[in-house]
């Protein structure tokens, strides 16, 4: 595996591009995307004080974006940690695989949209803490 460090995980601005109805802010793959969107989910209904997320991939990558409201990722890569705060629409997270996410404190009302570049295998997730050490350790 090519570790990956929570340096690694960068906050992309998508730009947009406003009109007087409202603002509109475009995700192409082929563009400056860092990966081919293969899968999208979205988050939402999270009851206050609940968190979600907390794992890690071991090939997909994920981009995380606040469609709605605002919450924080914590990232780790089990050395180093730090958080992103998202709350704007025209502004995501990317994780690339091998970075532990976990995604808290939702504002009411929040939504939290997911792009994946791989789609759903549960065979890559590692969703518990001390074998993604083992894993990212190997």
């Known amino acids: 595996m090519d570790k ?3 340096f690694e995980c960068s906050v992309i601005d998508l730009g947009k591009v406003s009109f007087p109805e409202g603002n509109l802010t475009v995700i ?3 563009s400056q995307f860092p990966f081919d969107v293969r899968r999208v989910f979205y ?3 999270i009851a206050g004080g609940e968190s979600r997320g907390a794992h ?3 090939e997909c990558h994920q981009f ?3 469609a709605s409201g605002s919450f924080e990722v ?3 890569d089990g050395k180093y940690k730090t958080q992103v705060f998202l709350n704007r629409p025209d502004v995501g997270l ?3 695989p091998g970075v532990w996410a976990s995604e808290v404190n939702f504002s009411s009302g929040a939504i939290c949209l997911v792009l994946a570049s791989h789609t759903y295998n549960e065979n890559d997730y590692i969703r518990n803490y001390d074998d993604y050490l ?3 350790n190997e």
Do not use: C, F, R, W
């Open 134 to 136: 083992k894993y990212i």
């Open 56 to 58: 890690s991939h071991k």
């Open 43 to 45: 988050l939402y209904d």
């Open 94 to 96: 990317h994780i690339p």
């Open 64 to 66: 995380l974006i606040a």
């Open 28 to 30: 192409e793959n082929d």
């Open 4 to 6: 990956k460090t929570v």
């Open 74 to 76: 914590q990232l780790d």
